[in-house]
């Protein structure tokens, strides 16, 4: 017997691939870990500067810090992707026009590195992230006062840096040990803002919620870094 088939419209799928908040396709899809419903990144992260509730179920997610339960769905990036012809295209287009309008002024300032790639382990691949779009990062040491100041986490001696917007805080922390020359086994914190950020924060997740939508506007991105506090 030949197998029948049934062909599906785009539309079909609508239900399960559209923003509650906009109505649009779902961009950079992001899941309420209490809940399980899913919005557009940017459209949950506006939504949660004004309210701790879920916009669809209304179920508190946090009592201070709803952004914490928020993670993000590449498998069903990927499904929209491949249902939605054009889509990808045109959002990468439209992210790096927001970098681009977004450049930092450098101000002359001679200490500007004008490119950071860490590889990962990966040393193949000598364009890895080179067409992301490019964020500036000052990366500041957070000096202890106190009498168990760590005197091997110094200043960098060029502590502007300009990455892909995709790097993430864990990745800032090799380059940090890589230039510190710190052992392994050594654990560094890298705030914004005063908060400790997440291993697996991007740069583009920490300017878009602890540093733009903070009230902060000044150029580069600035992150402290400073020994890890046990607080045990």
Not at 19 to 44: A, D, M, N, Q
Not at 126 to 152: K, M, T, W, Y
Request: charge should be negative.
């Amino acid at each position: 017997m030949a197998a029948t088939g049934t062909t599906h419209l785009v539309r079909d799928f609508n239900h399960f691939i559209t923003c509650y908040l906009c109505r649009g396709y779902l961009i950079k899809p992001t899941t309420v870990t209490e809940c399980l419903h899913t919005f557009c990144k940017s459209c949950i992260v506006q939504h949660f500067e004004e309210s701790n509730d879920c916009p669809k179920c209304g179920i508190q997610v946090h009592e201070t810090n709803p952004l914490e339960m928020l993670r993000l769905d590449n498998t069903l990036e990927e499904i929209i992707f491949k249902l939605v012809p054009g889509l990808r295209e045109k959002e990468e287009h439209q992210e790096q026009e927001f970098w681009r309008r977004n450049q930092p002024k450098e101000n002359g300032q001679g200490n500007f590195v004008s490119r950071f790639v860490l590889h990962d382990d990966v040393s193949d691949h000598d364009d890895f992230h080179r067409n992301d779009p490019q964020i500036a990062v000052c990366l500041d040491c957070l000096h202890s006062a106190g009498p168990s100041a760590e005197s091997n986490v110094t200043d960098l001696i060029k502590k502007f840096i300009r990455c892909s917007s995709r790097v993430t805080v864990g990745t800032i922390k090799k380059f940090l040990s890589l230039k510190l020359k710190l052992p392994s086994s050594y654990e560094l914190d890298v705030l914004c803002n005063g908060e400790i950020m997440g291993r697996d924060h991007t740069l583009e997740f920490i300017y878009m919620t602890r540093w733009r939508l903070h009230g902060e506007n000044t150029y580069p991105m600035v992150l402290e870094y400073r020994p890890r506090i046990d607080f045990g």
